[in-house]
């Protein structure tokens, strides 16, 4: 199989890492609903969640196509990087468009782990994808913010020391835009956490650490405003590419880990005195994801070159996200079908990633929103919504 593998010694590494961390590790945890801490610490030990802070502030300064190696190896290896891939890239919104003076409070103890910023909340129940709708207000009252409201699926609140948070701050009957009038605060929930700020955990499909939270008169310093009151809309845009390339690496991760399960299960399994991988209603759907998969890699080679040469690829990203999303539901399907019955039980882990991986269809966004996008941004189509 040939694959683009960019950062051979990270990845070595990271496959090390993992190899501690094996099928038995992510069960347990799945079957519990409960956080990878062990893990979690692991990867904050050897910097690699610290891999997009600049080495100023303490980081390890690596390149964005290095955070995508690091976070593929970890879903090609059989886990799941979601309980922290955003300590990885929600610092970027501080990172672009925070003071020096946030930056110096904030990157450093993002840097080492000793702080986390790996709570994003954007989502509510009542706007959805239309984050322009969203409810949740913040009112100047002196030197504070007071917010109110509710957000949903505000994912690693509980473990998260920090929250980016997109709030009203200028009423919707007030601006020309109904994306304008929102900004973005640094939340400290260590603060506020159980009196005016609740966090909920969603019981999911699959082990994720979401939540919905609550803002009861909660008060955040005026200081903790990022960049100008009015324009977070456009600061949360702005670090979306680099989501979606990081989101599509896991994809192509988890793609890799199905192709590769199943082909080693297709080899192995006999039935009717020889391997089932010689039927090629067996082989078909395992070398159609392969081809899918390797498409999307590609796409994604693209996105990541565009980026690090600093341009602006939305399009590349948006599609490289797409693409490598359904090459590994295409995968998972594949490789479940391939083990029969037996894919259906826990300890092979094909329905645990198959779980897992399913969830790149909605978010960070949803497919339909990025064929909205190409339709409209790319191909000049009337906007649909
Ligand atoms: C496990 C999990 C973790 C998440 N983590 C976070 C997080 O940390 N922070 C955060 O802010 N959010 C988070 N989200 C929210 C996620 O980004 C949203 O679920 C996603 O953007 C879709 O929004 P929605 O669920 O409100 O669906 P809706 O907006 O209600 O959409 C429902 C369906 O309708 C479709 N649809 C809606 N509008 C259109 C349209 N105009 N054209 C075509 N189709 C349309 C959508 O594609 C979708 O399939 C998470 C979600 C989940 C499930």
């Known amino acids: 199989m040939t694959y683009v593998l960019s950062h051979p010694e990270i990845r070595q590494a990271v496959v090390r890492l993992c190899a501690d961390y094996p099928g038995e590790y992510w069960r347990a945890l799945d079957r519990e609903q409960a956080y990878p801490s062990a893990f979690v610490d692991a990867l904050t030990r050897e910097g690699y969640l610290a891999a997009l802070v600049p080495e100023s502030y303490g980081g390890s300064g690596l390149s964005l196509s290095a955070a995508a190696a690091i976070l593929e190896e970890i879903h090609r290896s059989g886990g799941n990087a979601a309980a922290c891939h955003a300590q990885m890239y929600t610092m970027g919104t501080v990172l672009r468009h925070g003071s020096d003076a946030q930056k110096q409070q904030y990157l450093p103890g993002i840097a080492d782990g000793s702080l986390r910023l790996q709570a994003f909340g954007v989502t509510e129940p009542t706007s959805g994808t239309d984050t322009g709708a969203i409810r949740t207000n913040a009112r100047l009252d002196g030197d504070n913010y007071v917010v109110n409201g509710q957000k949903i699926w505000t994912s690693r609140a509980e473990y998260s020391d920090l929250m980016v948070l997109l709030c009203r701050t200028t009423p919707r009957d007030q601006v020309a835009r109904k994306t304008d009038g929102l900004s973005v605060l640094l939340v400290d929930m260590r603060e506020v956490r159980g009196k005016s700020l609740t966090i909920r955990p969603i019981q999911t499909m699959m082990n994720h650490a979401t939540c919905e939270v609550f803002f009861d008169d909660m008060i955040v310093p005026a200081a903790n405003l990022i960049g100008e009151a009015?324009?977070?809309?456009?600061?949360?845009?702005?670090?979306?590419?680099?989501?979606?390339?990081?989101?599509?690496?896991?994809?192509?991760?988890?793609?890799k880990w199905f192709i590769q399960t199943a082909t080693a299960y297709a080899n192995d399994r006999s039935v009717f005195g020889r391997p089932i991988g010689q039927n090629q209603g067996v082989q078909f759907p395992i070398a159609k994801a392969y081809a899918q998969m390797r498409a999307a890699e590609l796409m994604l080679a693209e996105a990541i070159r565009l980026y690090e040469v600093g341009e602006n690829p939305g399009e590349e990203a948006n599609m490289a996200k797409m693409l490598a999303a359904d090459a590994s539901w295409a995968a998972a399907e594949a490789c479940l079908q391939t083990h029969?019955?037996?894919?259906?039980?826990?300890?092979?882990?094909?329905?645990?990633?198959?779980?897992?991986?399913?969830?790149?269809?909605?978010?960070?966004?949803?497919?339909?929103?990025?064929?909205?996008?190409?339709?409209?941004?790319?191909l000049g189509l009337p906007r649909s919504y």
């Open 230 to 255: 009015g324009k977070g809309f456009r600061y949360i845009l702005s670090g979306m590419n680099a989501e979606r390339i990081l989101i599509a690496s896991e994809c192509i991760g988890d793609a």
């Open 340 to 378: 029969g019955g037996f894919g259906f039980a826990a300890e092979y882990d094909v329905e645990r990633k198959f779980r897992e991986t399913r969830l790149y269809q909605v978010a960070p966004i949803s497919t339909n929103l990025i064929l909205s996008y190409l339709s409209e941004h790319v």
